[in-house]
């Protein structure tokens, strides 16, 4: 750990040794700060909204939260989120709550735009972090922590950012915008070459064009997926597999025949509509088309589930690959590429104790994210900053309401969330990687320590 001596003797002057009794925000209130009760603290900076909420009894360490991908609807970048399933700034809900009772203060922003927004993201986590330094006075531990592109954001606090202690990456994109955006395309090209020639994969030029393009591709993967006999379902378990998305969801265990191609077809489904969101956003937020496809396309090799059920469902593995690979080449902009790069591409640079959690069957931020970032920090030499959690489903569950963890994206429990800060404040607070008998009685049921995420697809 980098020594905060400075900072901490200052801190000393401010917090008492232990728990402290908040009685609200200090300093001088801007016009742009509403103080709307003795433990909130509400405002904007830039444009972002911001908030603020104090314990009854402050441990000293602030936890500051990034939200994850917002949609550009034109409506500005919406309120604020405390954590991951506060939806109004407030904080009204159980996690909050919960992280509250134990003492944590909480601070967490909208960006000033919505879409990719990386860049403003890191903006309003410094300037948020600022802003309650400024109110509250410097806290003893900083924790950086978001979710999905949020995750994203905290990876490259993590890396960057010297008044963070510690960061939980939850469910987060950290294999980085060019791996991300690349696969959506590739996704998007090889969709339209087996499934649906009538889709457009770039260049939509405006809103309308791409927001009539997921039912596009909606229709012709259940078309596919009814076709069971001559190929249709089979392109869909490949498409699937092609592209890392998991062949289990919330209401298809994926143990039959029947529920695999429908798990398939659910996954792909929402897995383009995600792509064409981001593709789409992103052309018009760095100027063209910055994802890239693959000179080549390698063969894949089929896990033996999906192996078993393409052959079953008489599917030719290699055709689709030589189709796919024949596919019209899709133009990308270098300049696009550049800004969508320096957006934030991580480099596994840890400078802090870095706590990941990720769902097995993420159907958005795909499991093998934490292989990449895993092999990235390994090739920086920071193998020991990083920790990486894996939450696997209940071995049996009701599919008419799904699991209630390990299945979709960011699906965990409040209780495995606060486990996974708990994780790095110990390490945080002692110096010492927590035990594997530590970190399973923190997080609990659902914890997998024996699972190993697969290779990015290629």
Known sequence: ???????????????????????????????????????????????????????????????????????????????????????TGVGA????????????????????????????????????????????????????????????????????????????????????????????????????????????????????????????ATKAIQTAAADRTNGGAAKIVYLAERFGLPLKTQFFKGDSQVSLVSAAATSLA?????????????????????????????????????????????????AYAATISSAAAVPSSSTARAELQASGDPTGRLRVPTVTMHTEFDPFAIIADEKVLADQVAGSGKAADLMQLFIAPPATYDTRTGPPYGINHCAFTDGQITGAITVLDQWVRTSNRPAAGEVAHDVGAGLDPTFTPPQWPT
């Open 1 to 87: 750990m980098r020594s905060r001596t400075g900072r901490r003797l200052v801190a000393g002057l401010l917090i008492a040794v232990g728990a402290v009794a908040f009685s609200g925000c200090t300093g001088s209130s801007k016009k742009k700060d509403t103080f709307k009760c003795a433990q909130v603290c509400a405002g904007t900076i830039h444009g972002a909204a911001y908030a603020i909420r104090m314990p009854k009894s402050w441990n000293g360490t602030l936890l500051v939260y990034s939200h994850g991908y917002r949609s550009d609807t034109g409506t500005g970048p919406g309120p604020a989120a405390l954590t991951q399933t506060d939806r």
């Open 93 to 216: 809900d159980q996690l909050t709550q919960d992280l509250l009772a134990r003492g944590y203060a909480l601070a967490g922003s909208s960006y000033a735009s919505a879409g990719w927004a990386v860049d403003d993201a890191l903006t309003a986590a410094n300037e948020l972090h600022q802003r309650f330094v400024q109110l509250i006075g410097p806290p003893k531990r900083v924790y950086a922590w978001g979710s999905s592109l949020g995750g994203l954001v905290t990876e490259l606090l993590a890396e960057r950012a010297a008044w963070v202690d510690g960061a939980v990456p939850m469910c987060g994109v950290v294999a980085g915008p060019l791996r991300t955006f690349d696969n959506a395309l590739a996704a998007l090209v090889a969709t339209k070459a087996l499934l649906a020639p009538q889709l457009q994969v770039s260049g939509w030029g405006n809103a309308a064009s791409a927001a009539a393009q997921p039912q596009v």
């Open 270 to 318: 929402g897995y383009v509509t995600f792509a064409l969101g981001i593709l789409a956003q992103g052309e018009a937020r760095f100027g063209g088309d910055a994802a890239q496809l693959p000179t080549t396309i390698s063969a894949l090799q089929l896990t033996p589930n999906a192996l078993s059920a393409v052959t079953a469902l008489n599917g030719n593995p290699s």
